[in-house]
């Protein structure tokens, strides 16, 4: 009797021990050692070399001007790749809701971009991208506009690679944000039109805080994702020119072999200023989410 | 307040023509009733007012005035939905003034009307809450404390009880007869359902496969219904038919009508049959009895038979009902009444 009440207890544990220690060894420990890596100045060679060095890892980090470089690029990439993307994907949404044979081709289209690999796409907008041959500085002579050195000027790479995020994202958010549209009753809308409600309205008043529980998942999940960015940058630019699309992930990455505890130590900075940002979103935004 | 007129109104939607050439006048603070079965027409018919789903041609009339180039918001008729179509992220305030805001109504008057009909409809403590927190009866009465705030010309009621359980359907029944009274505006009301239809229409306007088969007064639409559609659709359980095996001709009669006895009585249309089911329904009991040619429901007031057993089931004259083989009942004037009358006794015991 004592013995079955007791494995009635353990059985539950014993089941999700299996997905635990997944998550404990791919997970927690990972993150457990790169906060213990943050705190060495690490020697890849011969780990016994390793010294612990406290917090001064963090000290250099925000003492150093290209971190901030690289924390500002970064920032400014996710305030506009987020903004850009969401107002878009908001807009072809909108207008891909009606069910029509050639919404359903556009659509398709549109998300094409999402299954091909960041490395390809960045290749061709590289090409695409080229001052002197490349077919948008060719479009941009034919309409009489000045081109531009995209991503071979220091004051336009970001903004380039801004371009190629923006247009790669966007075919998948509109598939959510399309599907939160077709799940809005019609009746809803019918029942506005009866209350006699202008389309801005309706579109402000209802449709809009209907779907901001997705609009939010979206807002979220394209913060964390741009914030880490790296394919785009590692392909097209390098992080150049001067640094102008150096992004913390990989700013990271410069330090591999040279000075792994101070990347693991930017790598804490970084965890943190997302769940930062996620915490201050949820503080800020949750009243304005309508969850059904 | 206002009165409605189709006039030659057809419907298709892309190539099934739904309603062709229709021409129907629903009278001005009546409470008219479209009943039919699902599909003939009497949603649509109801949205064509809304304007939420015009029509393809004809016209449309509310208060004599040609509606087909005007906005539904614009109308001056408020719906109920099926579903209720309540905003899901408003509160129950805004869900109600919502309307008002867009018709630019001021802000006391707005407070004054919600607070009036909110109470009027019960929901007074729940103005600050939001739809998914209250139970169907009570969204119900969000969706008319939407429609009314208006202050509709006409009333629009899409299937409003569908959703609701059958004692609060019952109940609210009684709450939009005596809203009715009360407003004194034209209802319109959509139903599959005939006892709604019954309780509480002026006038019922039954519907079937797009075509109006009856426009009647509850009482007349059962005492005198114009064909074996309206028969067979009012009364439950419906009309009892069988051939009367001459020219095509069907009698009918309705189940209260009979008598059940276990001698052979004089009544002019007799039978005898064996009980299959009994149904005892509190006030009422309904028996299905077999017979060699036909099973007839007979709703009794009390309970004095059992199954299997042998029972003679009688009919007066007049309470018998004849349709001719186009389904159009045939009126006790008409020149060969008599002879299906005397066809109608030949069958007796058969």
Same mark, same amino acid.
């Given at each position: 009797?004592?013995?079955?009440?007791?494995?009635?207890?353990?059985?539950?544990?014993?089941?999700?021990?299996?997905?635990?220690?997944?998550?404990?060894?791919?997970?927690?420990?990972?993150?457990?050692?790169?906060?213990?890596?943050?705190?060495?100045?690490?020697?890849?060679?011969?780990?016994?070399?390793?010294?612990?060095?406290?917090?001064?890892?963090?000290?250099?980090?925000?003492?150093?001007?290209?971190?901030?470089?690289?924390?500002?690029?970064?920032?400014?990439?996710?305030?506009?790749?987020?903004?850009?993307?969401?107002?878009?994907?908001?807009?072809?949404?909108?207008?891909?809701?009606?069910?029509?044979?050639?919404?359903?081709?556009?659509?398709?289209?549109?998300?094409?971009?999402?299954?091909?690999?960041?490395?390809?796409?960045?290749?061709?907008?590289?090409?695409?991208?080229?001052?002197?041959?490349?077919?948008?500085?060719?479009?941009?002579?034919?309409?009489?506009?000045?081109?531009?050195?995209?991503?071979?000027?220091?004051?336009?790479?970001?903004?380039?690679?801004?371009?190629?995020?923006?247009?790669?994202?966007?075919?998948?958010?509109?598939?959510?944000?399309?599907?939160? =549209?077709?799940? &809005? *009753? /019609?009746?809803?809308?019918?029942?506005?039109?009866?209350?006699?409600?202008?389309?801005? @309205? $309706? %579109?402000?008043?209802?449709? =809009?805080?209907? &779907? *901001? /529980?997705?609009?939010?998942?979206?807002?979220?999940?394209?913060?964390?994702?741009?914030? @880490? $960015? %790296?394919?785009?940058?590692?392909?097209?630019?390098?992080?150049?020119?001067?640094?102008?699309?150096?992004?913390?992930?990989?700013?990271?990455?410069?330090?591999?072999?040279?000075?792994?505890?101070?990347?693991?130590?930017?790598?804490?900075?970084?965890?943190?200023?997302?769940?930062?940002?996620?915490?201050?979103?949820?503080?800020?935004?949750?009243?304005?989410?309508?969850?059904? | 307040?206002?009165?409605?007129?189709?006039?030659?109104?057809?419907?298709?939607?892309?190539?099934?023509?739904?309603?062709?050439?229709?021409?129907?006048?629903?009278?001005?603070?009546?409470?008219?009733?479209?009943?039919?079965?699902?599909?003939?027409?009497?949603?649509?018919?109801?949205?064509?007012?809304?304007?939420?789903?015009?029509?393809?041609?004809?016209?449309?009339?509310?208060?004599?005035?040609?509606?087909?180039?005007?906005?539904?918001?614009?109308?001056?008729?408020?719906?109920?939905?099926?579903?209720?179509?309540?905003?899901?992220?408003?509160?129950?305030?805004?869900?109600?003034?919502?309307?008002?805001?867009?018709?630019?109504?001021?802000?006391?008057?707005?407070?004054?009307?919600?607070?009036?009909?909110?109470?009027?409809?019960?929901?007074?403590?729940?103005?600050?809450?939001?739809?998914?927190?209250?139970?169907?009866?009570?969204?119900?009465?969000?969706?008319?404390?939407?429609?009314?705030?208006?202050?509709?010309?006409?009333?629009?009621?899409?299937?409003?009880?569908?959703?609701?359980?059958?004692?609060?359907?019952?109940?609210?029944?009684?709450?939009?007869?005596?809203?009715?009274?009360?407003?004194?505006?034209?209802?319109?009301?959509?139903?599959?359902?005939?006892?709604?239809?019954?309780?509480?229409?002026?006038?019922?306007?039954?519907?079937?496969?797009?075509?109006?088969?009856?426009?009647?007064?509850?009482?007349?639409?059962?005492?005198?219904?114009?064909?074996?559609?309206?028969?067979?659709?009012?009364?439950?359980?419906?009309?009892?038919?069988?051939?009367?095996?001459?020219?095509?001709?069907?009698?009918?009669?309705?189940?209260?009508?009979?008598?059940?006895?276990?001698?052979?009585?004089?009544?002019?249309?007799?039978?005898?049959?064996?009980?299959?089911?009994?149904?005892?329904?509190?006030?009422?009991?309904?028996?299905?009895?077999?017979?060699?040619?036909?099973?007839?429901?007979?709703?009794?007031?009390?309970?004095?038979?059992?199954?299997?057993?042998?029972?003679?089931?009688?009919?007066?004259?007049?309470?018998?009902?004849?349709?001719?083989?186009?389904?159009?009942?045939?009126?006790?004037?008409?020149?060969?009444?008599?002879?299906?009358?005397?066809?109608?006794?030949?069958?007796?015991?058969?």
């Amino acid at each position: 009797m004592d013995k079955q009440s007791r494995w009635a207890q353990l059985r539950p544990y014993m089941m999700i021990a299996p997905a635990m220690a997944g998550i404990l060894a791919f997970v927690i420990y990972p993150i457990l050692y790169l906060i213990y890596l943050s705190f060495f100045k690490y020697n890849l060679m011969n780990k016994d070399k390793s010294k612990f060095i406290g917090l001064d890892n963090f000290t250099q980090i925000f003492t150093r001007a290209d971190f901030y470089k690289a924390l500002s690029n970064t920032m400014i990439y996710t305030a506009s790749v987020v903004l850009l993307t969401m107002f878009i994907s908001l807009l072809i949404a909108v207008w891909l809701n009606k069910k029509s044979k050639i919404n359903v081709i556009v659509q398709a289209g549109i998300f094409t971009p999402h299954i091909i690999s960041i490395v390809s796409i960045s290749l061709v907008w590289l090409w695409l991208m080229e001052p002197n041959l490349g077919f948008l500085n060719y479009v941009l002579k034919t309409l009489g506009l000045p081109p531009s050195q995209w991503l071979q000027s220091s004051k336009t790479a970001l903004l380039s690679v801004i371009i190629v995020s923006v247009w790669q994202g966007i075919g998948y958010y509109v598939l959510i944000i399309v599907a939160a =549209l077709q799940s &809005i *009753s /019609p009746s809803i809308y019918e029942a506005a039109a009866l209350d006699n409600a202008s389309k801005w @309205k $309706v %579109f402000y008043k209802i449709t =809009l805080p209907i &779907i *901001s /529980p997705q609009l939010f998942f979206i807002l979220v999940i394209m913060t964390i994702g741009s914030f @880490k $960015v %790296f394919d785009t940058v590692q392909v097209m630019t390098g992080g150049g020119p001067n640094n102008a699309t150096n992004t913390i992930v990989y700013y990271i990455y410069g330090f591999r072999t040279t000075n792994i505890g101070y990347s693991a130590a930017t790598g804490v900075v970084l965890m943190a200023i997302i769940g930062l940002l996620t915490f201050v979103y949820f503080r800020l935004l949750s009243k304005k989410v309508h969850y059904q | 307040m206002a009165s409605i007129a189709f006039e030659r109104v057809t419907k298709t939607f892309e190539k099934n023509v739904v309603i062709k050439d229709l021409d129907l006048k629903i009278e001005d603070g009546k409470f008219t009733v479209l009943v039919g079965p699902s599909g003939c027409g009497k949603t649509t018919l109801l949205r064509m007012i809304a304007g939420i789903d015009p029509q393809t041609s004809g016209k449309v009339l509310i208060g004599g005035r040609d509606v087909t180039r005007i906005a539904p918001g614009q109308r001056g008729v408020a719906m109920v939905f099926q579903n209720y179509a309540i905003y899901p992220t408003m509160s129950v305030r805004d869900n109600i003034e919502f309307g008002l805001k867009n018709n630019k109504v001021g802000k006391a008057e707005r407070n004054q009307l919600v607070e009036t009909i909110s109470s009027t409809v019960g929901l007074y403590d729940y103005l600050d809450r939001k739809p998914s927190t209250l139970s169907g009866g009570q969204r119900q009465r969000v969706a008319l404390a939407r429609a009314m705030v208006k202050k509709p010309a006409v009333f629009l009621m899409d299937e409003p009880l569908s959703n609701l359980d059958a004692k609060l359907r019952a109940q609210m029944r009684i709450e939009l007869i005596e809203l009715h009274k009360k407003l004194g505006t034209t209802f319109v009301y959509v139903t599959h359902d005939q006892v709604e239809a019954m309780s509480m229409a002026d006038t019922i306007v039954l519907m079937n496969q797009g075509v109006i088969q009856q426009e009647a007064a509850p009482d007349v639409m059962y005492r005198k219904p114009s064909n074996l559609f309206a028969a067979q659709f009012i009364g439950v359980p419906p009309m009892n038919v069988g051939e009367l095996g001459v020219e095509g001709v069907r009698f009918g009669f309705r189940p209260e009508s009979a008598v059940l006895a276990d001698e052979a009585g004089d009544e002019h249309f007799s039978i005898s049959g064996r009980i299959a089911t009994r149904e005892m329904l509190g006030s009422e009991t309904l028996y299905q009895v077999r017979g060699a040619n036909h099973a007839f429901m007979i709703k009794c007031t009390e309970d004095l038979f059992t199954v299997d057993q042998e029972v003679h089931v009688g009919v007066a004259a007049k309470q018998m009902y004849f349709f001719g083989a186009d389904g159009k009942r045939i009126d006790e004037d008409h020149h060969r009444y008599r002879d299906y009358m005397e066809a109608l006794r030949g069958k007796r015991n058969g």
